[in-house]
Antibody
Framework: QVQLQESGPGLVKPSETLSLTCAVS?????????WGWIRQPPGKGLEWIGS???????YYNPSLKSRVTISVDTSKNQFSLKLSSVTAADTAVYYC????????WGQGTLVTVSS | NFMLTQPHSVSESPGKTVTISCTRS????????VQWYQQRPGSSPTTVIY?????PSGVPDRFSGSIDSSSNSASLTISGLKTEDEADYYC?????????FGGGTKLTVL
């Protein structure tokens, strides 16, 4: 069974860059599928941030595109999210996910943007 | 671009059947697969329906999904409601390769 685990700082200062990594076990990223990031502000719904295909093609939410970079490190079987110029509005639980026919989710990590 | 609209909340009694709708604002609901996710309080989402009407292994057959082109909507139906079904439910589809989520529906089983 595939497992995904997010990691990264839980606190980021305004205007800085948020960086998260998703470690994947039970499946090789290079074998296929889409690998994505989704966030959920406290008490609110889900928002798709972006996805990367195993080949490296990326797809970003148009509302975040100018600030987002998603990349894959197949040697470590992990993928990463960078979100630049963060503000308090970027405070959320960030989930990584594997999407084939079925989507599998990580447990999520809370990132707070505050000075 | 399109939006997916869900009712904010629904409630029903244990043992009953509830249906949650997800209406697509433009374009055909049949154009792209619809997924449904269950999110219990304090937990990450899990997939209960994929590709409109498929159930992952381990999801009870009390959960079913469908699409209706006449109303341009997808539906999640849960029969024989149990208190453990109380959760937020989100529909999700695709706009090209971009994901689109509905706003979520809070299901209360009382």
């Amino acid at each position: 069974q595939v497992q995904l685990q997010e990691s990264g700082p839980g606190l980021v200062k305004p205007s800085e860059t948020l960086s998260l990594t998703c470690a994947v076990s039970g499946y090789s990223i290079s074998s296929g599928y889409y690998w994505g990031w989704i966030r959920q502000p406290p008490g609110k719904g889900l928002e798709w941030i972006g996805s990367i295909y195993h080949s490296g093609s990326t797809y970003y939410n148009p509302s975040l595109k100018s600030r987002v970079t998603i990349s894959v490190d197949t040697s470590k079987n992990q993928f990463s999210l960078k979100l630049s110029s963060v503000t308090a509005a970027d405070t959320a639980v960030y989930y990584c996910a594997m999407s084939g026919a079925i989507t599998y989710w990580g447990q999520g990590t809370l990132v707070t943007v505050s000075s | 671009n399109f939006m997916l609209t869900q009712p904010h909340s629904v409630s029903e009694s244990p043992g009953k059947t509830v249906t949650i709708s997800c209406t697509r604002s433009s374009g055909s609901i049949a154009s792209n697969y619809v997924q449904w996710y269950q999110q219990r309080p304090g937990s990450s989402p899990t997939t209960v329906i994929y590709e409109d009407n498929q159930r992952p292994s381990g999801v009870p057959d009390r959960f079913s999904g469908s699409i209706d082109s006449s109303s341009n909507s997808a539906s999640l139906t849960i029969s024989g409601l149990k208190t453990e079904d109380e959760a937020d439910y989100y529909c999700q589809s695709y706009d090209s390769s971009n994901w689109v989520f509905g706003g979520g529906t809070k299901l209360t089983v009382l």
